[in-house]
């Protein structure tokens, strides 16, 4: 086993009436929230599950399981973090995360800075580390139509 290793992740919710938007740990103005058993931040779970599957450490699904009601409403960024707790113990760290979210609305481009100055606060590291893009499907599909927003992450971890 090397030094480096590299994870991906992939999460979909779907758009919701009576539900915040939280994405990347952060709470985003909009009309609809995404439905989830927990507050079903894309971002954040696409991230957990990249650092996961890095490590060999299985998905959040494993760890969290949705039938769980300790996991109902739970917040993702305590996911993330027992995420990095995990790391840790298995002698890992973070190097670096480059994600994309993609969404037809809200505009999601004003919201990043804040989106990486929470996931850097959550995971102890530079928000250098954190990339985080964000595009439209060009109204094609399910995130076009606005049914649900989806995210990608791909994580680096080296070994301490």
């Known amino acids: 086993m090397g030094n480096f290793r590299i994870g991906f992740g992939y999460d979909v919710h779907q758009l919701a009436e009576d539900r915040d938007l939280w994405l ?14 927990s507050d079903a931040d894309v971002l954040i779970h696409a991230i957990s599950d990249a650092l996961l599957g890095a490590a060999n450490m299985r998905d959040i699904g494993y760890h969290f399981p949705d039938t769980s009601e300790a996991t109902l409403d739970m ?28 969404a037809e609305r809200p505009k999601l481009n004003p919201h990043i800075p804040a989106m990486q100055q929470c996931l850097a606060e959550v995971m102890g ?3 250098e580390a954190i990339s985080i893009k964000a ?10 139509r ?15």
Do not use: M, W
């Not at 996911?79 to 993609?102: H, Q, S």
């Not at 595009?135 to 076009?144: K, N, P, Q």
């Open 24 to 37: 990347g740990g952060i709470k985003v103005p909009h009309t609809l929230g995404l439905l989830g058993h």
């Open 125 to 127: 590291c530079d928000e």
């Open 75 to 102: 917040d993702s960024k305590i996911i993330l973090r027992e995420v990095i707790r995990l790391l840790d113990e298995k002698g890992y760290r973070l190097g670096n995360i480059d994600a994309t979210i993609c």
């Open 135 to 144: 595009t439209t499907t060009e109204r094609l599909g399910f995130t076009g």
């Open 146 to 160: 606005q049914e649900g927003i989806s995210a990608y992450a791909v994580a680096l971890i080296e070994r301490r």
